[in-house]
């Protein structure tokens, strides 16, 4: 029991070591460090806020779906810790998903879901063109690239919307 006991404090341990929680790994100077320390600063105040934040997930069970929350704080997330993949493990705790980061400028888009999943799909399409790239450099540049890319289909997007809005504004006032 000792020794399970000392390799579970070893194992969170490495988040206190490496200062994760506060996260000083991140810099200004960087577009993508600088948004991430913006959207997860204060969030882990103390180990147990990390070992509670949970993300959302759906499953199906024949005709039925159903929505559960899942920890990330797992093997996964340890082992980029411990490898120095900082940007990582913070992506690992949003499952992967640092669309939001793209939504940052767009405050007023932000409560949109159909922007939302939009930013989504731009992120997840880029970060599997970046598959041939490992560690924190893949989400370095899926950053990159998304940023670029939901610029224009924001774009296409919002005049597409205008344009319904104009043509079927008459059936809006019925």
């Not at 490496?18 to 997860?40: G, I, N, Q």
């Not at 879901?113 to 939009?118: A, Q």
């Amino acid at each position: 029991l000792t020794e399970i006991s000392e390799a579970i404090n070893g194992t969170f341990r490495v988040v206190e070591e490496k200062e994760f929680r506060t996260l000083s790994f991140l810099h200004e100077s960087d577009p993508l460090e600088s948004a991430l320390h913006v959207h997860f600063e204060g969030k882990f105040p103390t180990l147990e806020s990390l070992l509670r934040d949970k993300v959302k997930r759906e499953g199906r069970d024949g005709r039925f779906t159903y929505t559960y929350e899942v920890s990330l704080v797992n093997e996964k997330f340890f082992a980029c810790l411990e490898s120095g993949q900082f940007i990582g493990a913070l992506a690992h705790l949003k499952d992967g998903n640092l669309s939001m980061l793209l939504l940052r400028d767009h405050s007023d888009e932000q409560e949109d879901d159909s922007i939302r999943k939009l930013a989504s799909m731009v992120w997840f399409q880029k970060l599997r063109e970046e598959d041939r790239n490992s560690g924190d450099q893949r989400f370095r540049n899926a950053f990159v690239a998304s940023q670029d890319t939901f610029q224009k289909v924001l774009a296409g997007f919002q005049a597409f919307r205008q344009w319904v809005k104009e043509k079927y504004s008459d059936d809006y006032h019925r």
